[in-house]
């Protein structure tokens, strides 16, 4: 695979996922809390009320501790409604990665596809949304809607329910998104095309920005790479975004 990420993610906050392990046959990813870097102090918060409904849409707080969630284990303490934790927080998140000091860290970054300088700490976190086999937890970047360039690795969802012809997801493969308002869970949908078959979705935190994007901006997908077992197998896309020449000319 040729391409390599250029204009890394600038968030100013992250959204904190969380899907259920194996055996509970809702796998879908839940949205459970927030982190921010805006005003210069990391914090941290969980989703709750009406922000937690309109993140889970048709799901309830109780269905996601019925599937086993407990909080993330450096936020355990809650006390109260909105509770918001400051001390650490960057930290308890970057432990999730590689340390940048190791040599083979570079390599780490690959499959990213980053070979580019150091890159701060929420930028970095969403590029790899922190992502760990021995736990359900994993960053998303909602992307930004007005942004002009961007170029990150997401997680395509629904990709283990798909039979595809391993022909059409060699590495590099090219991607089509394609929006289907006729969905019937959910009409802002993005489905991922290889070759003209569904191969999974945008993840349903980031379809509004994508969305936003495939209007006027130039978008191309790309096949970044697939891990895990053909049962339960997860695959990324790499995700470009640019102002169309036109555009930026005006």
């Given at each position: 695979?040729?391409?390599?990420?250029e204009?890394?993610?600038?968030?100013?906050?992250?959204?904190?996922?969380?899907?259920?392990?194996?055996?509970?046959?809702?796998?879908?990813?839940w949205?459970?809390?927030?982190?921010?870097?805006?005003?210069?102090?990391?914090?941290f918060?969980?989703?709750?009320?009406?922000?937690?409904?309109?993140a889970?849409?048709?799901?309830?707080?109780?269905?996601?501790?019925?599937?086993?969630?407990?909080?993330?284990?450096?936020?355990?303490?809650?006390?109260?409604?909105?509770?918001?934790?400051?001390?650490?927080?960057?930290?308890?998140?970057?432990?999730r990665?590689?340390?940048?000091?190791?040599?083979?860290?570079?390599?780490?970054?690959?499959?990213?596809?980053?070979?580019g300088?150091?890159?701060?700490?929420?930028?970095?976190?969403?590029?790899?949304?922190?992502?760990?086999?021995?736990?359900?937890?994993a960053?998303?970047?909602?992307?930004?809607?007005?942004?002009?360039?961007c170029?990150i690795?997401?997680e395509?969802a629904g990709?283990?329910?798909?039979?595809v012809?391993?022909?059409?997801?060699?590495?590099?493969?090219?991607?089509?998104?394609?929006?289907?308002?006729?969905?019937?869970?959910?009409?802002?949908?993005?489905?991922?095309?290889?070759?003209?078959?569904?191969?999974?979705?945008?993840?349903?935190?980031?379809?509004?920005?994508?969305?936003?994007?495939?209007k006027?901006?130039?978008?191309?997908?790309w096949?970044?790479?697939?891990?895990?077992?053909?049962?339960?197998?997860?695959?990324?896309?790499?995700l470009?975004?640019?102002?169309?020449?036109?555009?930026?000319?005006?």
């Amino acid at each position: 695979m040729e391409h390599w990420v250029e204009v890394p993610p600038e968030p100013a906050e992250l959204t904190l996922t969380w899907r259920a392990p194996e055996g509970i046959d809702d796998r879908t990813r839940w949205a459970v809390g927030v982190l921010s870097a805006e005003g210069g102090t990391p914090r941290f918060r969980y989703l709750e009320g009406e922000e937690f409904q309109a993140a889970n849409p048709g799901r309830t707080p109780a269905q996601l501790a019925a599937h086993g969630f407990r909080g993330y284990p450096a936020f355990q303490e809650r006390k109260g409604n909105g509770k918001i934790f400051t001390h650490g927080v960057l930290d308890a998140f970057l432990r999730r990665l590689p340390p940048a000091t190791r040599t083979d860290f570079p390599v780490y970054m690959e499959l990213y596809r980053y070979r580019g300088a150091p890159l701060a700490p929420m930028s970095l976190l969403a590029l790899t949304s922190a992502r760990l086999p021995s736990d359900g937890f994993a960053l998303v970047d909602r992307l930004e809607p007005a942004s002009t360039a961007c170029d990150i690795v997401i997680e395509i969802a629904g990709f283990r329910h798909r039979a595809v012809d391993p022909a059409f997801l060699r590495d590099g493969a090219e991607l089509r998104l394609v929006p289907e308002p006729t969905n019937a869970h959910d009409a802002g949908a993005i489905r991922v095309e290889a070759a003209g078959a569904t191969v999974g979705y945008v993840q349903r935190l980031q379809t509004r920005s994508v969305a936003a994007w495939l209007k006027d901006r130039d978008v191309s997908c790309w096949l970044s790479r697939r891990s895990g077992r053909m049962e339960s197998s997860i695959a990324f896309a790499l995700l470009r975004m640019r102002c169309r020449e036109k555009a930026l000319a005006a």
